[in-house]
């Protein structure tokens, strides 16, 4: 029998409901083989190395091996190409099949979010930061934050919270600033192209905004911010880059935060639990002035759970809050900010669905 013909009937035989689901359990089984052949190209510079020049030559794994390897011996080909078909079926790589039966593999899209743009960024370093030694020392403890929702996996599997770890080792921060830079940048660069909230403000306050290089980003697109404030914890600060332009202020947003025009927060509320979450929108109500206005971008939780990719995005990237940051931290609907807006005094909310993961969120005093 052909291959073909195997394989139409395969596709008949799984008319079968069991069948179906068995092959569904199968790959849910195997679905941590993805995460980590795709970490392990990263590391092994595969996606650059496709892209060298920007050409996006189709190459076999052997040609890929000898272009990493300067002098062009070890490794093994074989292994890396597995790797790469197990991808090309995640839509990271195209396949490119000769007639011979050589491979050869390119970048598609997706695989073309990894490589650096001209500033030196690009989503490969949000993978390595996920898949870091650390944060797969708590995945096996997710399920205890359902018995015992006090403390974070991370903190039983490293006796520290994820910050604490974080700032402690400036080899993990750089990766951290690559790699909220590398997925902030590109958002804020379709928000802005939408999203004109930002007029009108002169001293704008980022509430967590980390390295500063977001509200740089904003100060650039938008001239009158004249006073751009980054806050954030004493630690983060401590090891801020200085940014022209920028001031950074140590504190804690659950104590008080910088009086602005507006302020800012962006990705930082779904860290918080539903009470934390309220003193920061609390004392942001406070730090504006009359008719103030608080920009919020977070990922937004589905209403409805479905199979699409938006959803399992969302909801994977909930899972992984609640076991590296806060057990009871969470990615909210619309509806639950609205609330925790009106609850914390802001009477007026918009919505503004910029991007399939993230949306702007405005509380208007
Ligand atoms: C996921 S990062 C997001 C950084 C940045 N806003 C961005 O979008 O790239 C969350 C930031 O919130 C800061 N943060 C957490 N709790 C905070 C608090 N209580 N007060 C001020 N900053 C806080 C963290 O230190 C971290 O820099």
Redesign the pocket.
Known sequence: MGEVQASMEMERDMRKPQQKARLAILELAHMMSVPMSLTAVINLKVPETIWQDGCNTPLSAAHILARIRPNGRGGDAENLQRLLRLLTSYDVFNEHLSSTGERKYSLTDVGKTLVDDDQGLSYAYYMLQHHQDALMRAWPLVGEAVEDPTTEAFVKANGESA?EYYTKRPEVMSLIYKS??G??IPFMRDVLEVYDGFQGIETLV?????SG??LAFIMDKYPNVRNGIN???P??IATAPHIPGVVHVA????QSVPSGDAIF????LL??TDEETKL?LQNCYKALPANGKLIV?EPLAPELTDESRRTRALLGGDIFIMTTYRTKGKHRTEQQFKQLGISSGFPHFRAFYVDPYIAVLEFHK
């Open positions: 910050i909220f830079s997925m902030s980022d509430v967590g905004g980390n290089v977001t806050f954030d914890l630690a983060m504190g804690d947003a659950f927060i962006k990705w930082v860290g918080c920061v971008c």
